[in-house]
């Protein structure tokens, strides 16, 4: 059964930086897109980058993330990650992971001082 479990949140100042992890078991991650989401309390879910199976990984970005997250995968780990620099206060929330149908439990990032 397809499980995945995300990791790298916590609590980080503005302009810090976090690496999230996405691992999976089950399934092997090489053959599928994954995207990366977000909430913040009273919010709607929010997407903000996915990575493609094919065409050598390529990837989309929300604009609210453009130019300071990138997301990546390691075949080999089986990992996708999230990679978020220059981190605002505004980019607080609970992040998620998905493959499909298929969601982790979340991990959550805190942006403050």
């Known amino acids: 059964q397809l499980q995945l479990v995300e990791s790298g949140g916590g609590l980080v100042q503005p302009g810090g930086s976090l690496r999230l992890s996405c691992a999976a078991s089950?399934?092997?991650?090489?053959?599928?897109?994954i995207g990366w989401f977000r909430q913040a309390p009273g919010k709607a879910r929010e997407g903000l980058a996915c990575?493609?199976?094919?065409?050598?990984?390529?990837?989309y970005y929300a604009d609210s993330v453009k130019g300071r997250f990138t997301i990546s995968r390691d075949n080999a780990e089986n990992t996708v990650y999230l990679q978020g620099n220059s981190l605002k206060p505004e980019d607080t929330a609970m992040y998620y992971c998905?493959?499909?149908?298929?969601w982790g439990a979340g991990t959550q990032v805190t942006v403050s001082s």
């Open positions: 990575i493609s199976s094919t065409n050598g990984g390529s990837t």
């Open positions: 089950g399934a092997t991650l090489d053959y599928y897109a």
């Open positions: 998905n493959m499909g149908s298929n």
